[in-house]
């Protein structure tokens, strides 16, 4: 193995440096990042042989350019794009060997918002707190804690593979800029009328233009509070839905704040957060309730998903 990179000629919209997250400091006020689709970086690493915690280019709407600075092995995996490499038509979640001074193209988006783009040996940019996830916000991490510019070199461990081409299946990405997304009540689903969650079941919320990897803002009927005044902030997670008090709900996605004082409604299950990941500003949620035994059920079955393609690590 040597050390090349990842030439960038065209950042695309935003291309960040994503990891499983830099999880074990939000006591500190330090917030997690990662992926917004962890099962499709998660695959897209097991696709070119790496650990699942390596590091991937996270690709959103409208992909980069860049020339391969390496011989070794990549994988996109999550949104459909067309891409090329030299010309050539490059499979979506599938693996492919390329060659130093090959130009890989992102095209025209066809379903789902964001790809990660996995390097046989991971991309190694400086970890800080042990990770190399970029937390736009805080500036922390990946390639200067910012979306990748026009002349960044993104460095990576070249290693080639000797073996022919992975392709596994995929996660389903949602049609029609539509997504429904199973969720469960609480923590403070008390905070509203008794029947509050029950009737948005089936609501089409809009995601809204002013969302971002922090939260997605919801547009559509207003979620009225039966109790006044905000709770004493506390941890939140990813999927934690927020109600503010004009009743907007936030669905909190990867880039999210360690702690907040908003009531929190419902939390979508773990299974569904990389179809949310898969969504984007204009698009549509739709929830539906779960138990938390259907909810613990449906993360098994993802998981699962996944380990029919853990034999494809290298053991090297």
Same mark, same amino acid.
């Given at each position: 193995?040597?050390l090349?990179?990842?030439?960038?000629?065209?950042p695309?919209l935003?291309?960040?440096v994503?990891?499983?997250g830099?999880?074990g400091h939000?006591?500190?006020?330090?917030?997690v990042?990662g992926?917004?689709? @962890?099962f499709?970086?998660r695959?897209?690493n097991?696709l070119?042989g790496?650990?699942v915690?390596?590091?991937?280019l996270?690709?959103?709407?409208i992909?980069?350019e860049m020339i391969?600075g390496?011989e070794?092995?990549?994988a996109?995996a999550?949104?459909?794009f067309?891409?090329?490499?030299d010309?050539? %038509?490059v499979?979506?979640?599938?693996?492919?060997p390329?060659?130093?001074?090959?130009?890989l193209?992102f095209?025209r988006?066809?379903q789902?918002?964001r790809?990660?783009?996995g390097v046989?040996g991971?991309i190694?940019?400086?970890?800080?707190?042990g990770?190399?996830?970029t937390?736009?916000v805080s500036r922390?991490g990946?390639?200067d804690g910012r @979306?990748?510019?026009?002349g960044?070199?993104?460095?990576?461990?070249?290693?080639p593979s000797?073996?022919p081409?992975?392709?596994?299946?995929?996660l389903?990405? %949602?049609?029609?800029g539509r997504a429904?997304l199973?969720?469960?009540?609480g923590?403070?689903?008390e905070?509203f009328r008794a029947?509050?969650?029950?009737?948005?079941?089936?609501v089409?919320?809009r995601?809204?233009?002013?969302?971002n990897?922090?939260?997605?803002?919801?547009?559509?009927?207003?979620?009225?509070r039966?109790?006044a005044?905000e709770?004493?902030s506390? %941890?939140?997670?990813?999927?934690?839905?927020?109600?503010p008090?004009a009743?907007?709900p936030?669905?909190?996605?990867?880039d999210?704040?360690?702690?907040?004082g908003y009531?929190?409604i419902?939390?979508?299950?773990s299974?569904d957060?990389?179809?949310?990941?898969?969504? @984007?500003?204009g698009?549509?949620?739709e929830?539906?309730?779960?138990?938390?035994?259907?909810?613990?059920t449906?993360l098994i079955?993802r998981?699962?998903q996944?380990?029919?393609y853990?034999?494809?690590k290298?053991a090297?």
């Open positions: 193995m040597s090349g990179s990842l030439d960038i000629i065209r695309g935003l291309t960040t994503q990891d499983v830099r999880y939000q006591a500190l006020g330090v917030p990042a992926p917004m689709d @962890a499709s970086h695959l897209a097991q070119v790496n650990e915690d390596a590091a991937t996270e690709v959103t709407l992909g980069p391969i390496a070794t092995t990549l996109i999550g949104a459909h067309e891409a090329t490499c010309g050539q %038509p499979p979506m979640a599938a693996s492919f390329v060659r130093p001074g090959q130009r193209k095209g988006i066809v789902g918002a790809a990660y783009v046989a991971g190694q940019t400086a970890a800080v707190l990770s190399r996830a937390h736009l922390m990946g390639v @979306a990748l510019i026009t960044d070199r993104v460095p990576v461990l070249a290693r000797a073996r081409s992975r392709k596994a299946a995929g389903t990405l %949602p049609t029609g429904q199973r969720v469960v009540p923590p403070q689903d905070w029947d509050a969650l029950k009737a948005v079941v089936g089409s919320f995601i809204s233009p002013r969302s990897r922090m939260g997605y803002r919801l547009e559509g009927p207003a979620l009225a039966v109790r005044g709770l004493i506390e %941890p939140v997670g990813m999927g934690a839905i927020q109600v008090g009743g907007e936030i669905l909190l996605m990867a999210r704040q360690t702690a907040g009531p929190k419902g939390h979508v299950i299974a957060l990389p179809l949310a990941g898969q969504l @984007a500003p698009d549509f949620i929830f539906i309730l779960c138990s938390r035994q259907e909810a613990v449906a079955a998981e699962r996944l380990l029919r853990a034999d494809l290298d090297s």
